[in-house]
């Protein structure tokens, strides 16, 4: 199992977590998401690729940095 960290800088409020968390729990090979809203952060544990974590990021309405 792999993690990644990505930078989501314009993080910033629970709505925005919980639709990243939304979104990426849908990426293929994603075990685990955890967004973190003071670093903003997203962390993904599993064996998704990164270009659909990225993708499913912005479909949450959001940027990877």
Known sequence: ?????????????????????????????????AVDLASRTVRVDGDADRAAVVAAIGEAGHQVA
């Open 1 to 33: 199992m792999n993690q990644l960290v990505l930078s989501v800088p314009n993080i910033s409020c629970g709505r925005c977590v919980e639709a990243i968390r939304e979104e990426v729990g849908l990426v293929a090979g994603v075990r685990a998401v």
